[in-house]
């Protein structure tokens, strides 16, 4: 991890795209302004985890709902 220690108005380049802008400084909140392609997304971190959690959540509700799938198939069949 790089850490860097700027000041309002300055900029970090990431890259040959991104600029990050240190917009405002004030009673310990940082305003942050990012330029970037709009093909590279930018999430706040909270947002990030929870999409991630909600994908894990999804696939896992597939994953139950197929077998339950089978389980009524298994149940239709004949049995031997």
């Known amino acids: 991890m790089l850490v860097l220690s700027r000041k309002a108005g300055e900029k970090i380049k990431i890259g040959k795209d991104i600029v990050i ?10 305003r942050v302004g990012i330029e970037a392609p709009k093909r590279i997304p930018i999430l706040r971190m909270e947002v990030f985890e929870k999409i991630q959690n909600e994908n894990i959540e999804s696939v896992s509700r597939k994953t139950d709902e197929i077998t339950d799938a089978i389980e009524l198939i298994k149940n239709k069949l004949p049995k031997e």
Do not use: A
């Not at 802008?21 to 940082?30: D, F, P, T």
């Open 21 to 30: 802008n240190i917009l405002k400084i004030e009673g310990g909140i940082i």
